[in-house]
């Protein structure tokens, strides 16, 4: 234990905060501690220690403060990065530097300290990056929260080392120790890439839904006119007038022409590309919080031949781009806050569309039906109406007043 750290001090801004959410839990604490005691026990120097989806920064900034100093730390999310900067600078902690997923976050390390991730194929991405680049004698710690954790977490991790062993769990978190890196096959298993209709998609394990396309992504898809996929045949469109009640706009089909179109929080690029590929003049934003959103969603583009004109961005709620600056957004947000239900992320995103559409663009949105946004989005953006509705999902227009 490290019985000074402020564990208490940490924030996760920029990321949503509320009562019950946390900069820090039980695992973090459980990882440090353990980390220390590997490090001291086997003569690990901070330089030879990797840390991988510290969330707000408390597994590097314990560590660092304990004295280990040139830890590499690699966090998925653009607000995990921020939160940790702010955090260390808060604390007037330094010394420690990031990386990506690479070679560079985890050769010669000998020690990786990871917060189990939600998805078992990023879980498979990270050990195989594990035991392809750290040192042949490297640990990996990985920890989660009792009620999330199954077997199949050990079986991933078994894929990539010779040892996999549980520890006792210690107040609702339990470690996971993986040693005795296993040779790994030529070529990395991420990312892999699966076609759909005339769209290639290509996904890092990190990415929502993989490389399949999401049953909403594809009734916003049908909406836009871009899907074929005919789920709407079961649901129904409602009649869209064009602006000034002229005709340019057919429901179910296609939307008017928008010069700057941003797929806010793009996973995959799905709809940024299929946006492209439909629309040659259009200048087209894909941003999303998750690296490995941002990378797959470069690869997508790419693999569609559309790289040239799909910039990608790695980036909270789209804040690098300028206020006013896109005509048409399209959302598919988040429901789920890390493993709490709370809508803040998609409120976040919904404002972040406010900022981002000059009066008069439009937001396409597509959610699930049981949610009900839409007295929350014309309140943020602005009159909205409804577009389509299938059985699971709802997709709303809203626009910029
Ligand atoms: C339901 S997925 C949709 C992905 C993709 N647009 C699609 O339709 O397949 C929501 C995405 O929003 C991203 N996201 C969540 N909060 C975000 C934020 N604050 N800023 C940017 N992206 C965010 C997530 O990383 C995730 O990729």
Known sequence: MVPDFPYDRLRRRPDVEAPNLQAHDATDVLLVDRGLAL????????????????EYGAITLALTDAGLAGIRVHQDLATGRRALASNAAELGLAGFSAHELDRSLLEGARLVLMQLPKALAELEEIADAVARWAAPDAVLVAGGRVKHMTLAQNEVLGRSFGRVQAQRAERKSRLVIASEPLPVPAGPPFPVTAQHDGLTLVAH??????AKLDIGTRVLLDVLGLGGSQL???GSCAAVPGPDGAAGRSSCGVVNAAETVVDLGCGTGALAVSYALAHPEARVIATDRSAAAAASARATAAANGVADRVTVMHDDAASEL??????????NPPFHLGSSVHTGAATRLFEASARLLRPGGELLTVY???LGYRAELTRLIGPTEQLARTPKFTVMRSVRR
Request: hydrophobic content about 50%; overall charge negative.
């Open 39 to 54: 490090a001291a026990e086997h003569g690990i120097s901070g330089a030879e220690v990797a840390v991988i989806g510290d």
């Open 205 to 210: 394990g990190g990415a929502f839904a993989g």
């Open 232 to 234: 709407l045949k079961n």
């Open 322 to 331: 300028a206020e006013g600056s896109a005509d048409l957004v399209l959302l």
């Open 368 to 370: 699930n039906s049981a």
